[in-house]
């Protein structure tokens, strides 16, 4: 079986930035399980993956624009120090949930803080960057009806209800 469309796969992956960093890995836990061709993964990834089969292990390179995007410059904004009270000693690197302006939510990470002015990016933390995906195809099966009606996986690896 290869991977295609309404596959529940399962693959186990290292991802490293352009300096070869490790970013994240699942060799040391369970691999990673989607539905393909639902929008689980990013894009670049899941159309490296079809067309695999259970025990190809190879390197798939994704650039930012298929990957978590490239930065977008109105996702960072400085707001007063003010914005955050209530809130712990701010710092770099902490995370808040700010308000859209139709009414929804978004996580924001603190870039920089100076006297009473906060930067924060609503960027995913790894929008912009280029990044390399070690693979190793664990398991394909077919999708079950209810899996395919929720667009996620369900059971083990996936989302359970």
Do not use: C, W
Request: aromatic content about 4%; cysteine-free.
């Amino acid at each position: 079986m290869t991977i295609s469309e309404n596959h529940v796969v399962s693959f186990h992956y290292t991802l490293t930035d352009q300096s070869g960093n490790t970013i994240d890995s699942s060799a040391d836990g369970d691999p990673l399980t989607y539905l393909h061709g639902a929008g689980n993964i990013i894009p670049g990834l899941e159309k490296e993956l079809a067309g695999k089969s259970v025990g190809d292990k190879f390197v798939v390179n994704v650039a930012a624009a298929e990957g978590y995007g490239e930065v977008i410059e109105q996702m960072i904004q400085q707001v007063p120090k003010e914005a955050f009270q209530g809130a712990p000693e701010l710092q770099v690197g902490m995370q808040f949930e700010a308000g859209t302006q139709d009414g929804g939510r978004v996580p924001v990470t603190i870039t920089a803080i100076e006297g009473d002015t906060v930067t924060v990016d609503g960027n995913h933390p790894l929008a912009g960057k280029d990044l390399t995906f070690d693979v190793s195809i664990e398991d394909i099966r077919d999708a079950s009806e209810e899996e395919l009606a929720h667009g996620h996986v369900h059971g083990p690896g996936g989302h359970h209800h």
